[in-house]
């Protein structure tokens, strides 16, 4: 578990360790504020008895109220069924995949507890402070959210900045880690179009940590603003074809 940001009984932390085999490697997210705490993207059934044994070390399972699911994805949401059976937690997923989550086995009474995002977004109170909910439609899943916590100024960008095979927890060298991403970003992004479009969703953000669900996070200003030049030139998905 690494500890992102710590002040004024406001947390965040990464869990980055917990795939393993065949999977793809995911990060697992969580903010706590307070008494209360969201998890994001908490991953398949192969992560949750491992990721709930090491949240339940670093808080009270009690204080697990929220559930973000930031797409459709397996990787995302196919261990909701446990979450929501395991804890009083609500959970907000994409209203746009509402009716594909329980395919993944969401229980009928459990579904009552989860809510759909508008395509617009929403802005959600965890503890005493408040989280936003952004559209990122399109990148990669056209029903698809980040979400920005502006106590941390972090980004949680999903798949927006993933990287695959790296070393490390945080990108240290920004040119040498482009190979990484690339081949991702050209396959699973949509098109140039969808990426200014999220650019300027989240250009009035101060954004000191974008936290991608895989790979190294990108920490301090500067490094931010390296991938929001890099990605804004990026030719992808349709253009391609």
């Known amino acids: 578990m690494i500890t992102l940001h710590a002040s004024d009984g406001h947390k965040n932390m990464m869990f980055d360790d917990l795939c393993s085999g065949e999977m793809v490697s995911a990060n697992q997210h969580v903010i706590v504020d307070g008494n209360e705490a969201m998890l994001l993207d908490p991953g398949g059934h192969k992560v949750f008895p491992k990721l709930f044994a090491q949240l339940s070390g670093a808080i009270y399972p009690a204080s697990l109220k929220q559930l973000f699911f930031s797409h459709q994805d397996p990787d995302v949401v196919a261990a909701a069924n446990g979450w929501l059976m395991s804890t009083d937690a609500v959970g907000y997923a994409p209203a746009l995949w509402m009716r594909f989550i329980p395919h993944f086995g969401v229980d009928e009474f459990t579904t009552k507890r989860l809510s759909g995002i508008p395509d617009e977004g929403m802005t959600v109170a965890l503890g005493s402070r408040s989280l936003q909910i952004l559209p990122a439609h399109f ?39 482009v190979p990484f991403m690339e081949g991702f970003h050209k396959r699973y992004m949509t098109s140039n179009k969808a990426i200014r479009h999220w650019l300027d969703t989240i250009a009035s953000l101060e954004i000191e940590i974008m936290a991608p669900q895989h790979g190294a996070i990108f920490e301090g200003r500067p490094m931010v603003e390296r991938f929001l030049a890099w990605i804004a030139e990026l030719q992808c998905g349709i253009d391609l074809i």
């Open 139 to 177: 990148i990669h899943s056209p029903g698809n959210f980040h979400v920005y916590d502006p106590t941390a100024k972090i980004l949680y960008s999903g798949d927006m900045g993933a990287s695959i095979g790296q070393n490390g927890s945080t990108v240290k060298d920004f040119d040498a880690h």
